[in-house]
């Protein structure tokens, strides 16, 4: 069964950074568009950022740009997503995605 595990959320406050982590397995890492994800509490599941399957081409939604970098280590089989210069508006759980499968999430709170 595909696994994928989130890690790396916690609190921390506006201006401050974070990396979660996606350990992955049981399907072919390498080959997989991956992609971040994220529920803000009352609010609908919004995209985050993409990483191609070699890591060469990624994408953002606006609202993270110049913030957040994805990035993915093939031989890990991790995908990662280094969060900084946090703010209030991304506390959310935070999820990574390949295809149709979903990790459990994490919980990221941004707060004073």
């Known amino acids: 069964q595909v696994q994928l595990v989130e890690s790396g959320g916690g609190l921390v406050q506006p201006g401050g950074s974070l990396r979660l982590s996606c350990a992955a397995s049981?399907?072919?890492?390498?080959?997989?568009?991956m992609n971040w994800y994220r529920q803000a509490p009352g609010k609908e599941r919004e995209y985050v950022a993409s990483?191609?399957?070699?890591?060469?081409?990624?994408h953002y939604t606006d609202s993270v740009k110049g913030r957040f970098t994805i990035s993915r280590d093939n031989a890990k089989n991790t995908l990662y997503l280094q969060m900084n210069n946090l703010k209030a508006d991304d506390t959310a759980v935070y999820y990574c995605?390949?295809?149709?499968?979903w990790g459990q999430g994490t919980q990221v709170t941004v707060s004073s």
């Open positions: 995605n390949a295809g149709t499968y």
């Open positions: 049981r399907f072919t890492f390498s080959l997989y568009v």
């Open positions: 990483i191609s399957s070699s890591g060469g081409s990624t």
